[in-house]
């Protein structure tokens, strides 16, 4: 027993915590699907690998602030980066590369997404999905939307909250929530092409949803090169190309 | 595209903690095992702790002590270079607290069953505490010692709420197979979802079947 207890010791003590060396980019959840493209565009000649971890853009910034290891952040706004740059994370401003589109959507066949808001007071909707507006660019441009027109006190016991834009886009998608409001780049990807129906809202009715990106502190630790590499290419034509597919406004 | 990574995290983050906590439980429930009194009893206490607190709590803490911006993680990153938060080893150390009375409660509970002869008839033929311990106590507990095993590991399989927290979701360094069903859930590819929740499912079952088998077989032997 004592032999055992022993190299069991051992075998904790020799455990390697072995550390690589690869670009970590923290991705806003609406430029989850993009992504997967920007990284098989980006890899047809350069083979760094490259891991993304999606989220709230809120909540990557929290977890910025807190130390994590991230390269790049791909923001759904404007502001989060900045509060980043603003607190001396970033290796430089940040950029916009996108403008991102807000849409109503559901996948309920017996209701039909209009650009008019007060179908949502409809009796036939019972539940709203829209992101978190605290952390979630799109949450807010929906809140926004919702306030403007007076719905939102009227419609506020219906609203299903998502953490991110996919946890919103998934309760939709999995008809949990009725309808409700999403990034047009999830309803366009290929996961979700062709799921009910959507329509897009006019861009003039919530601040514009201006997406940017930074190359973060932490990329000096990593792999500068590498990591400028990347943020650059986000700025490529190319990318350009692929963010036009994605239903974003390029300019 | 399916990753087996988090799997293998998981697999390695189960049994980096069940290990680490086997080697703090032991002594730890023998200590506890003996005469009462009131220190022991607020060690107990804080034991336990993690049962009844939200993982949330834990995480939340966790995210205080480690961020670098605060006093702790600033210290721990000036003096010895280690960054916990969102990184494996901050994972480790996490899952090592959170699952610390799922270790603990089947040894002590062993140990106390014991009839206080054995440790006394041992003693009086000369062998010290540790000897005791190790060739007369834990040989005789040795389904309490699987069952701390299996809880332990298959806790660990099951986290969420403190590596949601404090993980950060990093590829390969702490997304989880608990981590990975909820991001693929999100992301709508439910057919990897499916692939991890069944792997874990099967794994729970098995785990759970050897135990019992194990400690049927364990019962059945006993001539004490």
Known sequence: MKKLYFSILLAVVTLQL?????????????MQYTM??????????DKTTIDVVVGASGKLTQQIQHGAPFDIFISADKEYPQKLADNHLTLEPPKVYAQGLLVLWSV????????????????TIKSIAIANPQTAPY???????????????????????GESISQTSQFIATQNADIGFTA???????????????????????????QSAVLLKHAKQSNEAAARKFYNFLYSTKAKAIYNKFGYIVK | ??????????????????????????????????????????????????????????????????????????????????????????????????????????????????????????YSLGKTKWQTLMKVLLPNIKPSLLTAIVLTFAHTVGEFGV?????????????????AIYDEVDAYHYYNANVYAGILLALSFVILLILYTFNRKMQQAKFY
Not at chain 1, 200 to 206: C, F, I, K, Q
Not at chain 2, 22 to 33: G, M, Q, R, S, Y
Not at chain 2, 35 to 54: C, E, G, R, T
Request: hydrophobic letters at 50%; aromatic letters at 10%; glycine letters at 6%.
């Open chain 2, 163 to 179: 590596v949601l927290m404090i993980g950060g979701n990093m590829p390969g360094k702490t997304r989880t197979a608990s981590i």
């Open chain 1, 36 to 45: 997967q493209e920007l990284k098989a565009e980006f890899n047809k000649t």
């Open chain 1, 184 to 210: 047009k780049s999830v309803v366009i990807s290929t996961e979700m092409k062709g799921k009910g129906k959507w329509v897009e809202l006019n861009a003039s009715d919530y601040p514009p949803i201006e």
């Open chain 2, 1 to 122: 595209m399916i990753e087996l990574a988090p799997l293998w995290l998981t697999l390695k983050l189960a049994l980096s903690t069940t290990l680490i906590l086997f080697i703090i439980a032991v002594p730890l429930a023998n200590w506890l095992t003996g005469d009462k009194n009131i220190f022991k009893v607020i060690v107990q206490a804080i034991v336990s702790m993690p049962l009844v607190l939200p993982p949330t709590v834990i995480g939340f803490y966790l995210l205080l002590a480690f961020s670098p911006g605060n006093a702790f993680g600033k210290w721990l990153e000036e003096w010895f270079n280690i960054r916990l938060v969102f990184s494996f080893s901050g994972l480790l150390i996490a899952s090592v607290i959170y699952s610390l009375p799922f270790m603990v409660h089947p040894i002590h509970s062993g140990l106390s069953s014991l009839s206080p002869s054995l440790k006394e008839a041992s």
């Open chain 1, 139 to 161: 949450g807010s441009a929906a809140e926004f939307i919702l306030k403007k027109y007076a719905l939102y006190d009227k419609v506020s016991a219906k609203l299903v909250t």
């Open chain 1, 108 to 123: 309920k066949p017996a209701i039909q997404p209009a650009k008019d808001l007060k179908l949502l007071l409809g009796s």
């Open chain 1, 18 to 30: 072995a550390a690589q060396t690869k670009l970590t980019v923290a991705v806003a959840a609406n």
